[in-house]
C-alpha cells in the first residue's frame, strides 16, 4: 500500500509506479489471504501497469462482514451530526487529492482528466450533502384512533450493507452508495470494479484518514462472480446495493431475495435523444455528441439511439457528421483529448462486435466503425472512433442492445408521436430527451416517456446529487437512489405505537 499511498499524497503528478493495492477491513489494509494479485493496465497504453490488485476469497470476504459486523451497533448509536462531521473531514480529504484520484481514474479506466476531475469534486459535493443528512428529520407523526396515544415512525439502519460498484465512474458511483448508507447509520463491505480497484484504494484513504470507526468502512477487491456473489449471499449482510450490468444484476438480485435481503440495483439503458422537427438542431447536435459520445460512451445514461423526425433528418445528421469528425481520440491524459479509449480490452471487443453486427445488419456507417483510428499514436490503445450508423431500423441489434461505447445510431421517425413509440419501444427505460420548442410536445414527452430520468432541450446523461435517480423497466429494480430517495432503501420503516 505504500506505493497507493505516496501517490495520493504526491503534488507530482506524474507519479508512474505502479501500486500494490490491499483490501481494507477493520481499519486496516490488508494483503489478501491467497497473497494473489492482478495487474490493472491502461487502456490508452496496454504496456503500463497502473497497479497490482488483490484476487481475494471468500475468506477476506468473510474477515469483512465480521468487521462491518462488530461495528454497527456502535455506529448507529452515534448521532447523525457525528457521523456527519466524519462524511464532512472525507469531502475535505477527498477534494484536497482531486489530481490524484483523478489522474489514478484517467489511467485506470481511461476518461479524460477533466471529466475525472469533475466526477472527484461530484464525490466531494455527494459526501457533504448526505453530511448534511444527519440533521435532518426523520418519520412522521401520526394521529391515533387512540386520542391517548402517541404513533409515529422512525426508521433504522438496514445493518451491514454490501456495495457492489462498476468501473465507469470509480468515484461518483460508490460515493452514492457509501455516503448515505453511512449516514443513515449502516456499517459497509465495497467491492469495487476490479478495473478500477487502485482509484477505490485513494478514496478508501480519505475514509481512513477522515477517522471513521474500524469496521464501518471495509474494501474487499476480486473478482465479480467471488466477491460480488459472495456479498448477495453473505447471511451477514442485511442489504445489497448493486450497479452494473442486467445480466449480474439480476443474478444478485434473484440471489439476494432467495435469502431475504434488501437489494437495489441500477443497471443498463438505451437511451433515446428525440430530435423533433421544431428543435434547435444545433443544440440538439451538441447534446447528441456530448451524450453520447463523452466518456467514450460508456455512461449508463449516454445517448444510444438518435430518433430524429423526417423534416430534419438530413440536415441534422449533416450538422452532426461534420461535429464528429472534429473530435479528438487520445490519451485521457493529453489536456487537448476530447474521448479517451474504452476501458478494458472486454470492453474494446464488446464495441467492436456491435459495430460489425450493424455492418452486417445493413445499417449505413457515416463514421468510425471497427477498425482503430489511423493515428499511430493510438495503436497500444482500445481506441474505438466516434461511429455513427444511419438508416438503423429499431429491430437491428445495434438499436436493442446497450453497447456502452462511442457509438450512435440515426433513426428516422415519422412524426413525434411514432419518436415517442420508437423511444419506448426498448426493455430499458433509464434517461431520455426530447429537442423542442414546444411546450405541449414537452409535455406529451414527459407523459407517455417511460423513462426514470427525462429531459427537455438537455443531454441524456445529466444527473444531479440531490434529485431521486434510477431507472424503469429493465433499467432498474424500480428503487431510486441519491437525494432524500436514498433513505428509502438505506433504512427500514418502523411505527411506533406508545401508550402512555
Ligand atoms: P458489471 O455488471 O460487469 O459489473 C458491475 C459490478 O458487479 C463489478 O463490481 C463487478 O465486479 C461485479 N460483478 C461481476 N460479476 C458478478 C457476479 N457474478 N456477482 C456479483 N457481482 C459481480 O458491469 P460493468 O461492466 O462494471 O458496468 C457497466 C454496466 O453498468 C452497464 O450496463 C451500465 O449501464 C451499468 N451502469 C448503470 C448505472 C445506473 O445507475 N443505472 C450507472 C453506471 C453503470
Sequence with gaps: MKEVIRMINSTEVSVQEPAAVDNYVGGNWKAPRSGQRTPNRNPARKEEIVGF???????????AVAAADSARMAWRKLSGAARGALLYKAADLLDSRTEAIARSMTREMGKTLNEAKGETARGAAILRYY??????????????????????????????VGVISPWNFPVAI??????PALIYGNTVVWKPAVETAVTAALILTCFHEAGFPAGVVNMVIGDGAVIGQGIAEHPGIHGVTFTGSNAVGKQVGRTALERGAKYQLEMGGKNPIIVAADADLELAVEATISGGLRSTGQ????????????EVYESFKEKLLAKVEGLRVGDGL????????CASAKQYDTVRRYIRKGVEEGAVLLAGGETAPADPALADGYFVAPTVFDR????????REEIFGPVLALIEARDLKEAIDLANDSEFGLSAS??????????TFIDEMDAGLVRINAETAGVELQA????????????????????EFFTSVKTVFVKP
Design 53 to 63: 490488485v488483490p484476487a481475494s476469497d471468500r475468506d477476506d470476504l468473510n474477515d
Design 131 to 160: 453530511a448534511g443528512e444527519g440533521m435532518r428529520p426523520v418519520g412522521d407523526v401520526i394521529p391515533s384512533t387512540d386520542p391517548s396515544a402517541l404513533m409515529y415512525t422512525t426508521r433504522k439502519p438496514l445493518g451491514v
Design 174 to 179: 460508490p460515493v452514492w452508495k457509501i455516503a
Design 299 to 310: 455512461k449508463c445514461t449516454a445517448t444510444s439511439r438518435v430518433i430524429v423526425v423526417h
Design 334 to 341: 493529453k489536456p487537448d483529448t476530447w474521448l479517451g479509449p
Design 392 to 399: 438503423v431500423s429499431p429491430t437491428m441489434t445495434i438499436a
Design 434 to 443: 426530447l429537442y423542442t420548442r414546444d411546450i405541449s410536445s414537452a409535455l
Design 468 to 487: 431521486p435517480f434510477g431507472g424503469m423497466k429493465s433499467s432498474s429494480s424500480h428503487s431510486r437512489e441519491q437525494g432524500q430517495a436514498a433513505i
